[in-house]
């Protein structure tokens, strides 16, 4: 390379950091290395740093940074050089039964014949594929968003067995993605929902429910039962508890994870590929990724992302093509484009790697953060009627809402003022440490975490409005369109 010549990056920053630079999904910087231009970018948009990069400099477990599709992890790290035009893409960590009975019978039935004989014209699947596809079996973690359409389509395939686990009940706000269940359906187990809904789609297929929360304890013997696991979670510890299960047992994962407009998917295969953790060596800390909930998701976005789950599952059962095994594969809605990039192996992954240390299924609230004790100190905590009344008796309190813009225009609680959770920190001027401070969000995880800032800020009368415009619309104005 010429000394003095200036190289030109282009920086691709995901959905989840965005609101850390400014809203860019892009940025123009000049480097030589990839630590450079990583120096540059956090230079500009200092919210990024806590999110990259640790302590030391070092690039942070939970995010993954790619040079024209390849991690840095395999070439050179930080020190990795770059040439003019090169793309930098910084991806992210985005946070979602019965005993098994005899296989299937492999003959087809007339009707059966007519109904997948679309799929039996096809050289790759033919008669003999369809019946493969009846002998196999399938589990879904989660009946939600990603579980939703991958379930329809497994069942509408003619997949024999059908596993869900799940233990959540529908919700008016799941309708809008999770294409499993219907109004009427509303507060009712989601499990019995998609159970009803795939029995009348294909009356060939077994569905097994197991309405439980997948732990360490479960996961394994539930888990071996099945041929596929299909990972739709929404959080960090069933995720790295349904990797880790499906390593120890040899089975294919298919991932998927989806956030605002963009999703994620790929496959992890055990001695085939890398697994979730060669991806993301650790979880961000609790509450760094917001959930859907919190910063909201398109709601045809699980659709496609759930769907690419279940042609890749449907591909591994028939042994066709090829899966997204050492690929990561993104998609970005609001450009309606797909990129992909290669995902290495981790030489020192402490799963799968020769290095291993992980040898048996771990503490997974305590290994991503969420266990008990893991906070400093407890959020001191105010009712939705408590509030109301001193509210009432005309008590002078900061009323702070530390939700987003988009969501105060649709509700917000009277004589509050709206900071957001992410420019909380350059406003704490704005706030008088001498009066009581109330925060409240959504459903009271932001605002517990803005809490902290406070304290951590040196101010002592700060409380967290237990349940947040949820609870506040439950509670004390049922006519607030709380979300």
Not at 24 to 52: D, Y
Request: aromatic share 6%; with cysteine.
């Amino acid at each position: 390379m010429a000394k003095g010549k200036r190289v030109s990056i282009r920086v691709r920053i995901s959905a989840p950091l965005r609101s850390h630079a400014g809203g860019r999904a892009e940025v123009p910087l000049a480097g030589e290395t990839v630590g450079a231009v990583l120096a540059g970018l956090v230079a500009e948009a200092p919210g990024l740093r806590p999110h990259l990069l640790a302590g030391d400099g070092s690039l942070r477990g939970p995010v993954s940074v790619y040079v024209n599709g390849e991690d840095v992890r395999a070439r050179s790290g930080l020190e990795t050089r770059l040439s003019d035009g090169d793309e930098l893409a910084i991806v992210p960590a985005i946070a979602g039964g019965g005993q098994a009975g005899p296989a299937a019978e492999s003959d087809l039935g007339r009707e059966e014949i007519a109904r997948y004989a679309r799929h039996l014209v096809l050289p790759e699947v033919t008669i003999e594929g369809q019946r493969r596809l009846r002998r196999s079996s399938v589990l879904l973690v989660g009946a939600g968003g990603l579980g939703s359409p991958a379930a329809l389509y497994l069942a509408a395939a003619g997949v024999g067995r059908v596993g869900i686990v799940d233990f959540d009940l529908v919700d008016e706000s799941n309708l809008q993605r999770q294409i499993l269940h219907d109004t009427g359906w509303v507060g009712r187990s989601k499990l019995e929902s998609a159970a009803d809904r795939l029995a009348a789609l294909n009356p060939y297929v077994r569905v097994e429910t197991h309405p439980v929360a997948l732990t360490r304890d479960n996961a394994l013997p539930l888990l071996a039962r099945y041929d596929v696991v299909v990972d739709g979670t929404d959080n960090f510890e069933t995720r790295y508890l349904t990797n880790d299960a499906c390593y120890f047992l040899g089975k294919p994962n298919v991932y998927g994870s989806v956030f605002r407009f963009e999703g994620q998917a790929s496959v992890f295969w055990p001695d085939r590929g890398p697994c979730y953790r060669c991806l993301f060596p650790e979880p961000p800390p609790p509450g760094l990724v917001p959930s859907c909930a919190e910063g909201g998701v398109l709601g045809v976005l699980p659709g496609v992302v759930g769907g690419i789950q279940a042609t890749e599952a449907i591909k591994i059962l028939l042994g066709v093509g090829e899966p997204l095994v050492g690929r990561l594969l993104l998609y970005d809605a609001l450009a309606l484009r797909f990129d992909e990039l290669k995902l290495p192996r981790n030489p020192d992954c402490p799963l799968c790697s020769s290095r291993a240390t992980i040898h048996e299924l771990q503490d997974y609230p305590a290994f991503c953060g969420t266990g008990r004790g893991q906070e400093k100190e407890p959020v001191e905590e105010i009712t939705p009627r408590e509030l109301r009344r001193r509210l009432d008796a005309g008590e002078e309190l900061d009323l702070v809402d530390v939700r987003e813009p988009h969501e105060w225009a649709i509700c917000r609680i009277g004589g509050a003022r709206l900071v957001p959770l992410g420019t909380l920190a350059a406003r704490l001027h704005e706030l008088d440490s001498a009066r009581t401070c109330v925060l409240y969000c959504r459903s009271g995880a932001r605002s517990a975490r803005a809490s902290e800032v406070l304290r951590q800020a040196g101010f002592r009368r700060v409380l967290n409005l237990r349940g947040g415009v949820l609870a506040w619309a439950r509670e004390v104005d049922p006519s607030m369109p709380a979300c």
